[in-house]
């Protein structure tokens, strides 16, 4: 059974970090085949689309509201991906989820359930 479980999420002040963790299973084909993406989803506001990391982890992209604070990486050998955020701001808070799609242009072939996580002093 394919299954995306992210982790990480929570409440954390303004200036602060979370590092959040998306583990893949279930997946017939090796990870690196795919690309991985995180999204988020405010309150009253439609999905957006966070970073990207190609299947091989050499080529990333950020949205530029996020651009300098935030890095996406993965560690294949552990069916994983991370996304460090670092100077969070209130606006940052969202559900998080992560998603794997064929490239990083194209659609979402699967989706997490998602973490919160919550920018508030």
């Known amino acids: 059974q394919l299954q995306l479980v992210e982790s990480g999420g929570g409440l954390v002040q303004p200036g602060g970090s979370l590092r959040l963790s998306c583990t893949a299973s279930g997946f017939t084909l090796a990870l690196d085949y795919y690309a991985m993406a995180w999204f988020r989803q405010a309150p009253g506001k439609e999905r957006e689309g966070v970073s990207c990391?190609?299947?091989?982890?050499?080529?990333?992209n950020y949205a530029d509201s996020v651009k300098g604070r935030f890095t996406v990486s993965r560690d294949n050998s552990k069916n994983t991906m991370y996304l460090q955020m670092n100077s969070l701001k209130p606006e940052d808070t969202a559900v998080y989820y992560c998603?794997?799609?064929?490239?990083?242009?194209?659609?979402?072939?699967?989706w997490g359930e998602g973490t919160l996580v919550t920018v508030s002093s």
């Open positions: 990391i190609s299947g091989s982890g050499g080529s990333t």
């Open positions: 998603a794997v799609r064929s490239y990083c242009s194209g659609p979402v072939n699967y």
